[in-house]
């Protein structure tokens, strides 16, 4: 079975970092593209990045909101996936997950999803 | 960036209805749609990708069609299990991906 476990969530203070995690199993990590999503209290889902898979360079890309302050790596040894939230903002509160991307011919999509950590920033 | 837009925002229907959500691309982006549930406090769940390509193990009363700008999302005979908030996402540029505003479906 497919698994996701998100971790690493708390409270922090604005201007604060934050390093989330994400545990995997049932899949080949190795070779997955990984995806960074979240979701504002009552809002909607916004996009926050992705990194590619090491044998296909292990590019990242990042959401404008989130350039120059987060960074998404990954250690295939241990099959985890990260993102490094640093002078965060009050409205970086949200639930984060993540996700595989997977792919279908050329279509791209968020196959599975991790059930969430919660990062709150308040002073 | 490629804007998405859902509509209705929201919705009522009932059990054994059938109800349809359309989403619309600020600019082309062919097939390359993709929807998704969302039920309140869990994580999103894949539905359909491709526009129309249904994910396994998704039941056939879901149904997605469209290409280009406008796509719906077509829900035959409710369940109860349905009523949750559906979005769409367009995968036609990775950099960045971006999501419709949601749909909330109430009974």
């Known amino acids: 079975e497919v698994q996701l476990v998100e971790s690493g969530g708390g409270l922090v203070k604005p201007g604060g970092s934050l390093r989330l995690s994400c545990g995997t199993s049932?899949?080949?990590?190795?070779?997955?593209?990984m995806t960074w999503v979240r979701q504002a209290p009552g809002k909607g889902l916004e996009w926050v990045g992705r990194?590619?898979?090491?044998?296909?360079?292990?590019?990242?890309v990042y959401a404008a909101p989130v350039q120059g302050r987060f960074a998404i790596s990954r250690d295939d040894s241990k099959k985890t996936l990260y993102l490094q939230m640093n002078s965060l903002k009050t409205e970086d509160t949200a639930v984060y997950y993540c996700?595989?991307?997977?792919?279908?011919?050329?279509?791209?999509?968020?196959?599975?999803w991790g059930k969430g950590t919660t990062v709150t920033v308040s002073s | 960036d490629i804007q998405m837009t859902q509509s209705p925002s929201s919705l009522s229907a009932s059990v054994g209805d059938r109800v349809t959500i359309t989403c619309r691309a600020s600019?082309?982006?062919?097939?390359?749609l993709t929807w998704y549930q969302q039920k309140p406090g869990k994580a999103p769940q894949l539905l359909i990708y491709?526009?129309?390509s249904l994910q396994g193990g998704v039941p056939s009363r879901f149904s997605g069609s469209g290409s280009g700008t406008d796509f719906i999302l077509s829900i035959n005979g409710l369940q109860p299990d349905d009523f949750a908030t559906y979005y769409c996402?367009?995968?036609?540029?990775?950099?960045?991906?971006?999501f419709g505003q949601g749909t909330r479906l109430d009974i």
């Open positions: 600019q082309y982006i062919g097939n390359y």
């Open positions: 491709g526009a129309s």
């Open positions: 996700t595989t991307e997977d792919a279908d011919r050329d279509y791209y999509y968020m196959g599975v």
């Open positions: 996402q367009q995968s036609f540029s990775l950099t960045p991906i971006t």
């Open positions: 049932g899949f080949n990590f190795d070779n997955t593209y």
């Open positions: 990194i590619l898979s090491k044998p296909d360079g292990g590019a990242t």
